[in-house]
């Protein structure tokens, strides 16, 4: 009943006054201001075999990716991974989104599953983890297992300096419905976008998607931070908006995630 939640909830604001010590987040100009995205476990609609409808590839981790942690040697590398692969006994790029895009694709044979849409694949990388709606009706949940290595560029940011899309209508949903009337630009616009996501499959019943710290995230509580300034484990009090509203989100929130593009 409210009385036995309201004394847990006066239970756990005694626990954290009496436990920790608040510290302000501020930015390297001492600013106190930054920005707050949403993320969410995105739907798509997905097939065991690829088939005229279900043709974009959801891959696992290539055998060939190369991760390379020098942190033990170099403690300025703690968060710095190296991904490549090995050409002879030099370790070189490895492949960037439109050489894994082409027609004659180096990862033919890793695909776990295809969906139906190549936007809405290029936002579960961007998302990290989702789940696929197969036409049996069972659902196939996939989590962020590896990455290429190369730096997330923004397609938004390309949208507005190629005229393409104003200011105001890159949200995701503006992106897509910009894609849907512009199919013959969407591959070079997601290609100027060299990052790319390879996925492992998931227990379908987990309660959410799996975060950085192997645990599932909880809606609304687990948040993704930069592990170089906020620790993973650690309780923040989140000051800030509910996504498009002028209403206060205000509450303790848990940093139980990373994210490629999230820096600072």
């Not at 930054?34 to 959801?58: A, C, D, N, W």
């Not at 976008?193 to 499959?201: A, I």
């Amino acid at each position: 009943g409210f009385g036995a939640r309201f004394d847990d909830t006066v239970k756990v604001t005694a626990f954290y006054e009496a436990n920790f010590d608040p510290h302000l987040v501020v930015n390297a100009d001492e600013s106190t201001a930054g920005m707050v995205t949403g993320y969410y476990e995105p739907l798509l609609r997905g097939s065991r075999i690829r088939t005229k409808t279900y043709r974009f590839p959801i891959y696992a981790v290539p055998q060939d990716l190369v991760v390379v942690d020098l942190a033990s040697v170099y403690p300025d590398l703690k968060h710095k991974r190296l991904r490549g692969r090995l050409e002879g006994n030099r370790v070189v790029p490895y492949y960037e989104r439109s050489d894994i895009d082409k027609a004659d694709t180096p990862l033919k044979g890793l695909e776990i599953a295809w969906v139906d849409d190549a936007v809405e694949l290029f936002f579960l990388h961007i998302q990290g983890s989702g789940q696929l709606q197969l036409e049996s009706g069972d659902r196939i949940r996939v989590g962020y297992a590896e990455q290429n290595g190369h730096p997330f560029r923004s397609v938004a940011r390309l949208l507005i300096q190629k005229g393409e899309l104003p200011l105001e209508r890159t949200s995701m949903q503006g992106i897509k419905d910009w894609a849907r009337r512009h199919p013959s630009k969407v591959q070079r616009f997601m290609n100027a976008n060299p990052s790319y996501v390879f996925f492992k499959e998931l227990e379908p019943n987990l309660p959410g998607p799996i975060g950085s710290l192997g645990v599932p995230l909880t809606a609304e509580r687990s948040i993704a931070v930069d592990p170089r300034v906020i620790p993973l484990g650690v309780p923040v009090y989140l000051a800030t908006t509910f996504p498009g509203s002028p209403r206060a989100l205000n509450r303790l929130m848990v940093a139980q995630d990373t994210g490629g593009a999230i820096n600072g």
